[in-house]
Every structure is written in structure tokens, then in C-alpha cells.
């Protein structure tokens, strides 16, 4: 038996996927034909009915995956296949607490709170109003967020909340805010970023050479599939491709000691060298100014 409120799939023998709330006294429509509440609410997940119009018809349970690909949208969402990889860098889990900015239409917060349950706790920053609500009915529609704190705040005055375990920054110049994001978060946490441009990428590295970050790691997340066919098996013609530069690293006090110790060939050094000169040359602009 399907309880009513469930998201349901509905899955046609043409490969289309429609995510509709079960709501008793309803139907979903669709070229196929109609299929009542009440007639799913009788079957399993997994099980299949017949349309109006006796067109078979699939009913799955809609997976995280499947509330990420139909959310409403005003602004360009991560990518599942980039979400993933967040949350598991972040370490989004029972009982931490993920700083998030900003919230944009909901689609990483979604993940964040799906995977942080019930003990966990997610803090989203958002300054533009509109985005905010946005992402709040996305989040209901979901089924989720009751482990979500959303705020309407510009992050430049600071985060909602202090000690996070990690925080997670899409915003157009994070650079900017490595102060206040360093302030929020405890001791060794991780904070991740998303680009899009080699330019944003270089000013934010710049940034996180001047504050105590180390650990830096800079990907892409590429995803092809493949067509299944046992005795035909190859490549599908198009594949999702760069969606953007995912960068990490932790909230670590540097040390010259440990830095001296580290393994570092020819080209390592020349970097070390370049980095620790822009540092003076920035140490002396402070001390100047």
C-alpha cells in the first residue's frame, strides 16, 4: 500500500518520468490517459496499472535523485552528479552542521538536508528574497527541510551560526568571505566552493593562500553513460560534461615547520617560492596601508 502525501513516479512504456504528490480524491493526467489515487494507493512501489486508456504504466517511489531533477528553478542548480560529491567531501551526515550560501533555488540544500536526517542541521544563507522562498517550496514539495534553517541574510555581516562542521559557498565572489566563513566554522572543517570560470578559480586559490587553508583540491566531475545492451555494449552519443569547478580545502593553521617537511620536487618549490612571495608582498601592503 502507497500512503497518501508520497511522491510517486509514474514512468510511461516510452521512457517519460512524471513525479506527481499522491493526493487522495485526485487523478494524474497525461496523453496516456488517467490514473486515479485511490488505484495506486492500492498497489506497491514497483508494481504497474493501467491508464484510462489501457496504456501500461509504471509507479516508482521518486529516489533524492528524482526530487532533484523536477525542483522549480529561477537559477542554474548543481548538478546531481556534483551534489554527491559535495555532501561526501562536506561530510553531510547525522549530526553535523553544514553552513550553506547561498541557497539559490534549493537543489544542494535538498541534498544536504536528505543526507544530514534528522539529527543534522542545515543553515542556508540567502540574499536575495525571492531565491529564499523559492527554495523553501522546493524543500516542502520535497518532502524535506525539516532539518533546514533558511535566512534571509547577506553573509558579508557573518554566517547564522558558529562552530559548523563544514560550509559550502555558491556565490560569485567567495573569495570575498573567507574571513566571516573561517569565523563560522570549528577547528580542521571543510569548506567547498563553485565556479564557474579559470578566473574565478585563480582569485579564489589567491584568497585561500592568505588565510589558514590548506589541503586545497580543485575538479571537474565529468559523467558518461554508456547504452546497455549486453552483446552491443558502448558510449552514448553525448555525455554531461563540465558543469563547473568544485574546489575544497580545510580550515588549518599553517605551519613553517610542517611546510618544511613536506616532499617537494622542482616544480613544487617554484610554486611554494611564488606563493610565499605574494604572501610577504601582500604582508607588506597590510603593514604599508
Known amino acids: 500500500m502507497i500512503p497518501y502525501g508520497s511522491l510517486i ?9 512524471y513525479i506527481k ?43 533524492l535523485f528524482d526530487r532533484l531533477l523536477h525542483v522549480k528553478r ?42 544530514c536526517g534528522p539529527t543534522g542541521r542545515v543553515v542556508s544563507h540567502e540574499a536575495r528574497e525571492e531565491f529564499l522562498l523559492l527554495a523553501r517550496r522546493n524543500l516542502e514539495w520535497a518532502g ?65 593562500e592568505q588565510g589558514p587553508f590548506a589541503e586545497t583540491e580543485v575538479c571537474e566531475i565529468l559523467i558518461r553513460y554508456w547504452k546497455p545492451v549486453a552483446d552491443r555494449l558502448r558510449p552514448e552519443d553525448r555525455m554531461i560534461a563540465h558543469t563547473g569547478f568544485l574546489i575544497f580545502c580545510r580550515l588549518q593553521v599553517r605551519s613553517e615547520a610542517f611546510e618544511r617537511l613536506r616532499p617537494l620536487g622542482t616544480r613544487e618549490r617554484k610554486q611554494q617560492t611564488a606563493r610565499l612571495a605574494r604572501q610577504s608582498e601582500a604582508s607588506s601592503s597590510d603593514d604599508s596601508g
Open 74 to 115: 529561477q537559477t542554474q542548480i548543481i548538478y546531481p552528479k556534483d551534489i554527491a560529491y559535495i555532501c561526501l567531501r562536506l561530510g553531510a551526515g547525522p549530526g553535523r552542521t553544514i553552513l550553506e550560501a547561498g541557497s539559490g533555488s534549493g537543489g544542494l540544500t535538498l541534498g544536504l538536508s536528505w543526507f
Open 144 to 208: 524535506l527541510g525539516g532539518n533546514v534553517e533558511l535566512h534571509h541574510k547577506d553573509i558579508a555581516d557573518g554566517f547564522a551560526a558558529a562552530g559548523a562542521d563544514a560550509l559550502f559557498l555558491d556565490v560569485r565572489t567567495p573569495w570575498e568571505y573567507l574571513t566571516p566563513a573561517a569565523a563560522a566554522l570549528r577547528p580542521g572543517a571543510t569548506l567547498g566552493f563553485l565556479l564557474p570560470t579559470t578566473e574565478q578559480v585563480g582569485k579564489l586559490l589567491l584568497g585561500l
Open 9 to 17: 513516479v509514474y514512468v510511461t512504456p516510452r521512457g517519460r518520468r
Open 21 to 63: 504528490r499522491l493526493v487522495e480524491g485526485t487523478s494524474w493526467h497525461s496523453n496516456n490517459g488517467a490514473v486515479t489515487a485511490e488505484q495506486v494507493s492500492s498497489l506497491d512501489f514497483g508494481a504497474q496499472t493501467q491508464t484510462s486508456l489501457s496504456v501500461p504504466i509504471r509507479v516508482q517511489e521518486a529516489t
